[in-house]
């Protein structure tokens, strides 16, 4: 079945960085899309990147030049390298692909950046 894992999620200052990854399986992960989206206290699921499977990538306004979105496709994994962190990038990171019938999520990682 399809299965989509993140990880490195932590606690971390302003300023600094952190790397997500996510595990996929269960799909031919090289033919799909893959993004990453987060979900802040009290607000709605948001699309902050997303991978083309020819390594097209776009992103939100709000990490444009902050955030790079990567993939292998040997290894079907997906990456988010945050760089620069604010406050406001406080979330949980969801690894997402839409495989037509449905989207699928990964269980989600914390990234908390202090002040």
């Known amino acids: 079945q399809v299965q989509l894992v993140e990880s490195g999620g932590g606690l971390v200052q302003a300023g600094g960085s952190l790397r997500l990854s996510c595990a996929a399986s269960g799909f031919i992960f090289s033919l799909n899309t893959m993004g990453w989206y987060r979900q802040a206290p009290g607000k709605q699921r948001e699309l902050i990147a997303e991978?083309?499977?020819?390594?097209?990538?776009n992103y939100a306004d709000s990490v444009k030049g902050r955030f790079t979105i990567s993939r292998d496709n040997a290894r079907k994994m997906v990456y988010l390298q945050m760089n620069s962190l604010k406050p406001e990038d406080t979330a949980v990171y969801y690894c997402?692909?839409?495989?037509?019938?449905?989207?699928?999520w990964g269980q989600g990682t914390q990234v908390t950046v202090s002040s």
């Open positions: 991978i083309t499977w020819g390594s097209n990538a």
């Open positions: 997402s692909t839409d495989l037509g019938s449905r989207r699928y």
